[in-house]
């Protein structure tokens, strides 16, 4: 028959499974998938572009219904250009969560982050701090570049010079946050603004390892607001992201498309939240 015969199945394909964003992002999902009666099948590309290619098209041998993507981190615009044109050629509906690139009119679940940015790097200005680090994500994510630009933002308003040597580059993981650390080390800085709550926690491990206080000597603010953030030590500033919501929003979008509902959006935009802890203290 033409009718194609449904499974009930939804695919999930997340880039770093030991970030409790992609953990909380997945239980947010099966949550929703197993209100309606649906099975929800994982698969953790280890942010490795290459088996993003391989999950899809094992997903699809398994005759998933739709599939929920959210890119590795290597995904360059070619890279994400063959996911999306495999995804078209299978033609499988699918909702992009978090990370995409600008294509017509996409069915993407994400966050406002140039307005993340934005009141991250306004909470270390009203602070007083004026010499503020980052270390963002790779610098093709649309997700880090828009982070990044929301800073930007924030210190034009301010009238401070961008300053490019104060930006470290990393890969949303741990390490590069430690990384970043080494290679900031000796500039002028006194807070750091960590693109996600992992990087932060690498940050935090950098500056004692060079015997800095966080927030007596640098303040640091992170991103995410994953559940760890909140019993470090030195509770971590960060912006939340509401992912157990994101993930619902984006089951709910996939299973309209793939019953053929009407979807009131395609795209659906999350606004961040500024989460005040004990990381970020004021300039002396
Ligand atoms: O921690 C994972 C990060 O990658 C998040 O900040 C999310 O927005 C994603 O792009």
């Given at each position: 028959s033409l009718i194609k015969k449904r499974t009930k199945t939804i695919g999930l394909i997340v880039s770093?499974?030991?970030?409790n964003f992609f953990s909380s992002l997945a239980k947010g999902i099966e949550d929703e998938c197993r209100k309606n009666g649906w099975t929800l099948i994982l698969c953790n590309t280890s942010d490795n572009h290459q088996r993003d290619i391989e999950y899809i098209n094992v997903l699809a041998s398994k005759s998933v219904d739709g599939i929920l993507y959210c890119m590795?981190?290597?995904?360059n615009l070619e890279n994400f250009k063959q996911s999306y044109d495999l995804l078209g050629t299978l033609n499988i509906p699918f909702v992009m969560i978090d990370r995409s690139y600008p294509v017509p009119n996409p069915a993407i679940v994400r966050l406002d982050h140039i307005r993340g940015g934005y009141m991250a790097t306004r909470h270390l200005l009203e602070l007083g701090h004026r010499q503020i680090a980052c270390v963002t994500?790779?610098?093709?994510l649309e997700d880090s570049r828009d982070r990044l630009h929301g800073y930007k933002k924030a210190l034009d308003e301010a009238h401070i010079t961008f300053d490019e040597s104060l930006i470290f580059e990393g890969g949303y993981d741990m390490n590069s946050g430690i990384a970043a650390v080494d290679a900031l080390?000796?500039?002028?800085?006194t807070a750091i603004f960590a693109f996600n709550d992992m990087m932060a926690y690498g940050v935090y491990k950098g500056l004692k390892a060079h015997e800095?206080?966080?927030?007596?000597d640098i303040s640091v603010i992170g991103y995410d607001?994953?559940?760890?953030s909140e019993i470090l030590e030195v509770p971590l500033t960060t912006i939340k992201q509401p992912i157990g919501l994101m993930g619902c929003a984006a089951t709910k979008k996939l299973i309209a498309m793939i019953e053929d509902k009407p979807l009131a959006e395609k795209t659906t935009i999350f606004e961040p939240e500024l989460i005040v802890r004990k990381s970020t203290a004021a300039y002396k």
């Open positions: 770093d499974i030991r970030n590795s981190i290597d995904s994500g790779p610098n093709y080390f000796g500039k002028k800085f800095l206080h966080v927030p007596a607001d994953i559940f760890l």
